[in-house]
T-cell receptor, first 118, second 114 residues
Framework: DTGVSQDPRHKITKRGQNVTFRCDPI?????LYWYRQTLGQGPEFLTY????????KSRLLSDRFSAERPKGSFSTLEIQRTEQGDSAMYLC????????????????FGEGSRLTVL | AQTVTQSQPEMSVQEAETVTLSCTYD???????LFWYKQPPSRQMILVIR??????QNATENRFSVNFQKAAKSFSLKISDSQLGDTAMYFC???????????FGQGTRLTINP
């Protein structure tokens, strides 16, 4: 396992369509995160899973957005009825709770899924 | 709420020079982590260096070091002997201890020129 993988890398869709992104974290990591990054900005937190439980959601995550992590492995982020303002890079990251017995706070990121809404 | 500010949108230096990227943050927390992440063009973000707020000693990782001033809420990154491969966006980030959310700054685009 070489890292966090995301699919698709690029998605172009028309306004109003639904899109789904998949993230496969590093296999031994029990924590998984979704961030959104718009051009020229830093990533913004969307949501966080510990195993299969979604423990935190940002107010940025409107009711058109839903994320799942069945069985605590891969995760999906679905955006329904896409809007042009949803155009962004969607980043997935994973982490483990402890490294060498200590909380590290280090996240390992995937290359992202770029969404363009026409 | 915590905020992270990077006041330098872009920087450019010659190869082998030393460069310092600035970051300030605002928090009322006492225990937290600070990070510098590097995002090369079209590649994933990777951790450069990490600092625990309770440690007074500044973190170093090879050519990368930080100047952590807790009272001033400042966390700058120094890159020594810069290399072409250091060209990237650099993001400063904050995480409250016990939380799971990274708060990022706006980023600094660093270009190393040959």
């Amino acid at each position: 396992d070489t890292g966090v993988s995301q699919d698709p890398r690029h998605k172009i869709t028309k306004r109003g369509q639904n899109v789904t992104f998949r993230c496969d974290p590093i296999s031994e990591h029990n924590r998984l995160y979704w961030y959104r990054q718009t051009l020229g900005q830093g990533p913004e937190f969307l949501t966080y899973f510990q195993n299969e439980a979604q423990l935190e959601k940002s107010r940025l995550l409107s009711d058109r957005f839903s994320a799942e992590r069945p069985k605590g492995s891969f995760s999906t982020l679905e955006i329904q009825r896409t809007e042009q303002g949803d155009s962004a890079m969607y980043l997935c990251a994973s982490s483990s709770r402890l490294y060498r017995g200590r909380e590290t706070g280090e996240l390992f990121f995937g290359e992202g899924s770029r969404l363009t809404v026409l | 709420a915590q905020t992270v500010t990077q006041s330098q949108p872009e920087m450019s230096v010659q190869e082998a020079e030393t460069v310092t990227l600035s970051c300030t943050y605002d928090t009322s927390e006492s225990n937290y982590y600070l990070f510098w992440y590097k995002q090369p063009p079209s590649r994933q973000m990777i951790l450069v260096i990490r600092q625990e707020a309770y440690k007074q000693q500044n973190a170093t990782e090879n050519r990368f070091s930080v100047n952590f001033q807790k009272a001033a809420k400042s966390f700058s990154l120094k890159i020594s002997d810069s290399q072409l491969g250091d060209t990237a966006m650099y993001f400063c980030a904050f995480m409250r201890q016990g939380a799971q959310k990274l708060v990022f700054g706006q980023g600094t685009r660093l270009t190393i020129n040959p």
